[in-house]
C-alpha cells in the first residue's frame, strides 16, 4: 500500500476529509496498489500515519465497508474485498457452489425445526396447511466468512428429518431423489437490518441482495421454498443476454 500523506488532502475544500481519504484509498485499489485480500493498516495506523484523527478515519471506513469495497473480519482487521460472481441463472447449492471454488464451506445453525406451515409456505409448496414443513435457517460461510443468511422450508415428506442434513441441504435432498431439477429466482436490493448487520459482521444498513427461490422436481411439483440475504458487497450475480431474433423480434417491431 502506497503511504497516504495529510499533503493529499485538502483542508479548504468543501468536501469533507473523510470522503477525500476514501476516495484516495479507492484510488490505490484502482491502481493496483493495494490488492484484493490485502489487510489495510489499523485505524490507529493510518490516523497516527496520515496525521487526522481515527473518528475521520472510521468514517472513511464506513463509507468503502457499506459501497462494499472493503469487508471487515471480526478480530482480523479489513482488507480489500474479494468479489464472488455468481451466475444467476445456475440452480446450485452454497456448499458444492464454494466447493468448486477451492473454499471451504461451513454453518451456523440459527434454526432447524419442523411444523405447520404458514399461508406463505404453504402457497409455494403446493401444501395444505395441515402438512407440516421443515424450516431451516443458518449462516452460510466460506473459509469461516459469513457470506449469507438461508432460509429454506422444505416439506417434510422430502425428508424424514431435519437430522440427516449435513453440510449440503441438495446432498440430503438427493439422497432421498428429491433434489430439485429446476428453479424460480427472485432478486432484489435492500440493506441490512441490525440483526442480518450482526450475523454477516458487515455495518448495519449496508447493501443485501435478497433473493426467493422456489425449488422444482422433475414432474413439476415444487420442493423447496427459500429465501436468503446475500452480502452485497461480496456477490455479483450475473446473468447471459443474447439478441433476440426470428419470430420474436419479427413481432416487437411491428408494435
Known sequence: MRKLLRSQLDEASPTPLYLQLAELIRAQVKDGDIRVGEALPSERELSDAIGISRVTVRKA??????????????GSGTYIAPRIEQPAALLAGFTSDMT???????????????????????????????????????????????LAIERAVIPAFALPSTDVIGA????????????????????????????????????????????????????????????????????????????????????????
Open 100 to 146: 468448486n471454488r477451492g473454499q471451504a464451506a461451513g454453518s451456523l445453525w440459527i434454526e432447524r425445526i419442523t411444523g405447520m406451515p404458514t399461508p406463505d409456505e404453504a402457497v409455494a409448496l403446493a401444501l395444505g396447511l395441515d402438512q407440516p414443513v421443515h424450516r431451516l435457517t443458518r449462516v452460510r460461510m466460506a473459509d469461516g466468512e459469513p
Open 61 to 74: 471506513l464506513d463509507v468503502l465497508l457499506r459501497e462494499g469495497l472493503l469487508s471487515r473480519r471480526h
Open 168 to 255: 449440503s441441504l441438495y446432498d440430503a435432498l438427493e439422497a432421498r431423489g428429491m433434489k430439485p431439477v429446476r428453479g424460480l429466482q427472485r432478486l432484489k436490493a435492500s440493506l441490512a437490518t441490525s440483526q442480518e448487520a450482526k450475523l454477516l459482521s458487515i455495518p448495519v444498513g449496508a447493501a443485501i441482495l435478497r433473493i426467493e427461490r422456489h425449488g422444482f422436481l422433475a414432474n413439476g411439483n415444487p420442493v423447496e421454498f427459500t429465501r436468503s440475504a446475500y452480502r452485497g458487497d461480496r456477490y455479483d450475480f450475473v446473468v447471459e443476454v443474447r439478441e433476440m431474433r426470428g419470430e420474436n423480434t419479427r413481432q416487437e417491431t411491428s408494435k
